[in-house]
């Protein structure tokens, strides 16, 4: 019978809370009509009417018998709703359950703040055991109810931290190798991705029988790299190549930039989306010392990749094979104790960020695997895969504002452009705006160095973006792409430290020459000069100098001859060093220090 009443009862009775197993007759504040010692002296014969052997459930408030057959016409709520619990007899009770049964007038929670202001009978003490469950579940639901909530928000940020290590688990390192020309650095970049295995044995096997038909046996392995009909017949890297592989541990971007002096610009723009430099040295008798002397691109390439932001260098002694040299040690000590003082007055940490190791990238003499001891018993380091898992980069930080130049743009279904991210991330369907144009646009699709589509990308990541909202050709390179929140600052003039590395000439005000930042290039003014920075104290001159000339410093104003997307150096170092060209030679470097508005009166 207690499981046909459960069925049939109202909701507010199963509330009751009532121990249906208990043998005797226990008070609850749901029950008070129906126990006798709780009715007045008139009603006192009144519970017999109800006995137990009826099957009747006291401890609900109306009689089960008349609610059985009301719940059955109606709805099981409005019977209980409508129950006055203050009337003493329980046939008053049930004359006015039958009456207003399919009435709900009262709110459920009436019934239960009624018994409690009764002092002199038990019922309060019930009533106050119970009342202080009620105070206690309250809150309990209230944070129940706004349990969800906080999940729901936590949930997110997890989810968005699992996508960032599902897709961005290992680290992605952009590598750039620079040198002299035939230093042999696409060669060495063939040998890499065939070691790693992003190179079939079928493709480098078309390479080779092609480099053999046109008498260049040895070029094969560049060919991986410098893709184009021009470079493959000349053997010189015109454009900065690109190339994927991944170890291990981490996902790397090989940069392939140009060696000679003609193709510098594009080695600028590599270097500036590069994390780490290998400068390749050729060890053959008269390469080395071509490259190294005044006019060779080994120290024009380390200056600039210092100046792009590069502060990791991995200088690898290539053609250690070459008959000339046949891994003599006496040849590596010749080269490093030439390099060594030449990169150190660049700025470069000797002990900290600069390592030097002998290869053959040819042969893949310590590319991937170290060296064998019978070949060369003098070298106990890493190999040069070895040493760029362990290399520790700069850390980068998701949360700030999205930063990404432009350094391609195409057409294929859309708009597309190409660029690494500098700052922040991108995820799909992501509305971002083109500056400086402030142009709003909208992310459709996502892939990475693999023609991969992939839902987001992060610091450090070069991808390609195919966008909605512009055309191809209202984007120019070094346009930025970035959050409409916090848009990247586009002047005209600005605040720059600048240093004078080589020209013949002084350079006074009114100088013009081509400036070089992140991706853009832009023809600039020296409007005006500032200060005079004595090198050995810092110190700042009171009155502007006349002109600057080779190995000075000085703060200078400089006009551009359009917009241009730059930040401070202290708020984005990539964002804000620069390199001066002239004449196709590198004048000088500097940074930004201030910036002004297009209208600004100085």
Same mark, same amino acid.
């Given at each position: 019978? =207690? $499981?046909?009443?459960?069925k049939?009862?109202?909701?507010?009775?199963k509330?009751?809370?009532?121990?249906?197993?208990?043998?005797?007759?226990?008070?609850?504040?749901?029950?008070?009509?129906?126990?006798?010692?709780?009715?007045?002296?008139?009603?006192?014969?009144?519970?017999?009417?109800?006995?137990?052997?009826?099957?009747?459930d006291?401890?609900?408030?109306?009689?089960?018998?008349?609610?059985?057959?009301?719940? *059955?016409a109606?709805?099981?709520?409005?019977?209980?709703?409508?129950?006055d619990f203050?009337?003493?007899?329980?046939?008053?009770?049930?004359?006015?359950?039958?009456?207003?049964?399919?009435?709900?007038?009262?709110?459920?929670?009436?019934?239960?703040?009624?018994?409690?202001?009764?002092?002199?009978?038990?019922?309060?003490?019930?009533?106050?055991?119970?009342?202080?469950?009620?105070?206690?579940?309250?809150?309990?639901?209230?944070?129940?109810?706004?349990a969800?909530?906080?999940?729901?928000v936590?949930?997110?940020?997890? +989810?968005?931290?699992?996508?960032?290590? *599902?897709?961005?688990?290992?680290?992605?390192?952009?590598?750039?190798f620079?040198? !002299?020309?035939?230093?042999? &650095?696409?060669?060495?970049?063939?040998?890499?991705?065939?070691?790693?295995?992003?190179?079939?044995?079928?493709?480098?096997?078309?390479?080779?029988?092609?480099?053999?038909?046109?008498?260049?046996? =040895?070029?094969?392995?560049?060919?991986? #790299?410098?893709?184009?009909? $021009?470079?493959?017949?000349?053997?010189?890297?015109?454009?900065?190549?690109?190339?994927?592989?991944?170890?291990?541990?981490?996902?790397?971007?090989i #940069?392939?930039?140009?060696?000679?002096?003609? %193709?510098?610009?594009?080695?600028?723009?590599?270097?500036?989306?590069?994390?780490?430099?290998?400068?390749?040295?050729?060890?053959?008798?008269?390469?080395?010392?071509?490259?190294?002397?005044?006019?060779?691109?080994?120290?024009?390439?380390?200056?600039?990749?210092?100046?792009?932001?590069?502060? &990791?260098l991995?200088? +690898?002694?290539?053609?250690?094979?070459? !008959?000339?040299?046949?891994?003599?040690?006496?040849? %590596?000590?010749?080269?490093?104790?030439?390099l060594?003082?030449?990169?150190?007055?660049?700025? %470069?940490?000797?002990?900290?960020?600069?390592?030097?190791?002998?290869?053959?990238?040819?042969?893949?003499?310590?590319?991937?695997?170290?060296?064998?001891?019978?070949?060369?018993?003098?070298?106990?380091?890493?190999?040069?895969?070895?040493?760029?898992?362990?290399?520790?980069?700069?850390?980068?930080?998701? =949360?700030?504002?999205?930063?990404?130049?432009?350094?391609?743009?195409?057409?294929?279904?859309?708009?597309?452009?190409?660029?690494?991210?500098?700052?922040g991330?991108?995820?799909?369907?992501?509305?971002?705006?083109?500056?400086?144009? =402030?142009?709003?646009?909208?992310?459709?699709?996502?892939?990475?160095?693999?023609?991969?589509?992939?839902?987001?990308?992060?610091?450090?990541?070069?991808i390609?973006?195919?966008?909605?909202?512009?055309?191809?050709?209202?984007?120019?390179?070094?346009?930025?792409?970035?959050?409409?929140?916090?848009? +990247?600052?586009?002047?005209?003039?600005?605040e720059?430290?600048?240093?004078?590395?080589?020209?013949?000439?002084?350079?006074?005000?009114?100088?013009?020459?081509?400036?070089?930042?992140?991706?853009?290039?832009?023809?600039?003014?020296?409007?005006?000069?500032?200060?005079?920075?004595?090198?050995?104290?810092?110190?700042?001159?009171?009155?502007?100098?006349?002109?600057? &000339?080779?190995?000075?410093?000085?703060?200078v104003?400089?006009?551009?001859?359009?917009? #241009?997307?730059?930040?401070?150096?202290?708020?984005s170092?990539?964002?804000?060093?620069?390199?001066?060209?002239? *004449?196709?030679?590198?004048?000088?470097?500097? &940074?930004?220090?201030? #910036?002004?508005?297009?209208?600004?009166?100085v």
């Open positions: 019978m =207690s $499981e046909q009443n459960d049939t009862a109202p909701p507010t009775a509330l009751s809370g009532l121990n249906l197993n208990a043998g005797s007759f226990i008070p609850r504040v749901a029950a008070k009509p129906f126990v006798p010692s709780w009715m007045p002296p008139p009603a006192a014969a009144a519970p017999p009417a109800a006995p137990s052997s009826s099957g009747i006291f401890n609900r408030p109306p009689p089960a018998a008349v609610l059985t057959k009301s719940v *059955e109606t709805p099981a709520p409005a019977p209980s709703s409508a129950i203050n009337r003493p007899p329980p046939a008053a009770v049930l004359n006015k359950t039958v009456e207003t049964a399919p009435v709900a007038p009262k709110p459920v929670a009436a019934p239960v703040a009624a018994p409690v202001s009764k002092p002199a009978s038990p019922a309060p003490k019930a009533a106050a055991v119970e009342a202080p469950k009620k105070k206690v579940e309250a809150p309990k639901a209230a944070a129940a109810a706004s969800p909530a906080e999940e729901a936590v949930e997110e940020e997890v +989810v968005d931290q699992e996508t960032l290590t *599902e897709f961005f688990g290992k680290e992605h390192v952009n590598v750039i620079i040198g !002299h020309v035939d230093a042999g &650095k696409s060669t060495m970049g063939g040998r890499i991705l065939e070691a790693t295995g992003m190179i079939d044995k079928r493709t480098l096997e078309k390479y080779e029988k092609d480099a053999k038909e046109v008498g260049r046996d =040895s070029w094969y392995l560049s060919w991986a #790299l410098d893709t184009n009909a $021009e470079e493959r017949a000349k053997g010189k890297t015109v454009e900065c190549g690109r190339a994927y592989f991944e170890t291990d541990s981490r996902r790397y971007t #940069l392939d930039a140009p060696g000679h002096k003609t %193709y510098v610009p594009s080695m600028i723009g590599g270097a500036a989306q590069a994390d780490c430099a290998v400068l390749v040295i050729s060890a053959r008798k008269g390469e080395f010392e071509t490259g190294f002397e005044n006019g060779g691109q080994t120290r024009e390439h380390a200056q600039l990749a210092k100046s792009g932001g590069v502060n &990791k991995i200088v +690898v002694i290539n053609k250690m094979d070459d !008959h000339t040299v046949g891994w003599s040690k006496e040849r %590596y000590d010749e080269c490093v104790n030439k060594s003082p030449f990169l150190k007055a660049n700025g %470069y940490n000797m002990k900290a960020d600069v390592i030097f190791m002998p290869v053959s990238g040819y042969t893949g003499a310590n590319i991937k695997k170290s060296l064998d001891p019978k070949e060369c018993d003098w070298y106990k380091g890493p190999s040069l895969l070895d040493y760029l898992d362990q290399l520790k980069i700069a850390d980068r930080d998701l =949360s700030a504002p999205l930063r990404m130049p432009i350094s391609e743009k195409y057409k294929d279904m859309g708009t597309v452009v190409v660029g690494k991210i500098e700052a991330s991108i995820k799909k369907g992501a509305q971002l705006v083109m500056m400086p144009n =402030s142009t709003k646009v909208e992310v459709q699709a996502i892939f990475n160095e693999l023609e991969e589509e992939i839902p987001a990308a992060a610091v450090g990541d070069n390609r973006l195919r966008l909605r909202g512009i055309e191809e050709e209202d984007i120019m390179i070094g346009f930025v792409l970035c959050s409409p929140k916090s848009p +990247v600052h586009v002047v005209s003039k600005f720059a430290t600048l240093g004078i590395l080589d020209h013949k000439n002084i350079i006074c005000a009114g100088y013009t020459a081509v400036l070089h930042i992140h991706n853009a290039i832009e023809e600039i003014t020296l409007s005006a000069m500032i200060h005079l920075i004595d090198k050995k104290t810092g110190r700042k001159s009171k009155k502007p100098p006349q002109f600057l &000339k080779k190995g000075q410093q000085g703060i104003m400089i006009e551009t001859a359009g917009p #241009l997307c730059v930040e401070t150096f202290t708020d170092a990539r964002m804000g060093r620069f390199t001066l060209r002239d *004449e196709g030679k590198t004048i000088a470097i500097g &940074k930004i220090t201030k #910036l002004y508005d297009a209208d600004a009166d």
